[in-house]
């Protein structure tokens, strides 16, 4: 089985290394570990919600800091704005939404049950409402630093997958709230946290109707990484 973590990975002395090396495999083209990882553009965001969630999937979450935290960006459901049931926008611009009709690649956060947070980043042309929403991710440094976050000892495989497998789950790890991270400009690595790249391209996407919701239920705007562990359950359809 492979591994997929490379220069992010943790060393081999790393007592979590055993754990991810049994659990991970790669569904990436290998890249030389001396690649950094880049910002995104803004106008990479500013397309169809469709086409940014899809293009995210093997992208890299950083939350700058001592540990730096990276994962790789495994799971995301596309929001099409005002004409979406299911989607915020569809209140309208108010005080909640707001970042949803402002400059793409901006950050959205939201509480919700009374007990987590659920990331967001702001798509379309400033103006035009659109949003994907951060389901899964790979850890792939700052590992114990998630554990210590989410209140998780590292004692199985399993334990790492509950790190970041959902979306109020990798929000915990990632230690995101709204007064913290709301707005924050995602393309910009100097904002606490943001969105990078390092080369990896995935070799399949599975697609799936939109989980936790009653409204436009139906449509098939969530994205996974195929085979990924860390990608919550569900029907797929594979897509190359």
């Not at 690649?35 to 700058?64: C, E, M, Q, Y």
């Not at 495994?74 to 707001?98: C, F, I, K, M, Q």
Request: with cysteine.
């Amino acid at each position: 089985m492979g591994f997929s973590l490379l220069d992010h990975s943790p060393q081999p002395s790393s007592p979590h290394f055993d754990f991810l090396s049994q659990l991970l495999h790669s569904d990436f083209e290998p890249v030389p570990a001396s690649h950094p990882i880049r910002p995104l553009p803004r106008t990479f965001f500013a397309r169809s919600p469709r086409r940014v969630a899809r293009d995210l999937l093997g992208k890299i979450l950083i939350r700058n800091g001592n540990p730096r935290l990276t994962a790789r960006i495994v799971e995301v459901e596309a929001y099409l704005g005002e004409n979406d049931p299911a989607a915020h926008a569809a209140a309208g611009n108010t005080s909640r939404t707001s970042v949803l009709f402002g400059p793409p690649g901006y950050a959205y956060v939201y509480f919700i049950y009374g007990n987590h947070y659920c990331l967001n980043v702001s798509c379309e042309r400033e103006g035009k409402a659109g949003s994907v929403l951060f389901r899964a991710l790979e850890p792939l440094h700052g590992i114990e630093q998630m554990s210590l976050a989410r209140g998780i000892p590292l004692q199985s495989p399993r334990d790492i997958c509950k790190l970041t497998s959902g979306p109020g789950r990798l929000a915990e790890a990632f230690s995101i709230t709204r007064s913290r991270d709301n707005a924050s400009d995602l393309t910009s690595p100097t904002s606490s946290l943001w969105i990078g790249e390092d080369g990896f391209l995935p070799k399949q996407i599975q697609v799936t109707p939109r989980i936790g919701i009653t409204k436009a239920a139906d449509q098939r705007l969530r994205y996974t990484l195929a085979g990924n562990p860390f990608v919550s359950r569900g029907r797929f359809l594979l897509e190359t």
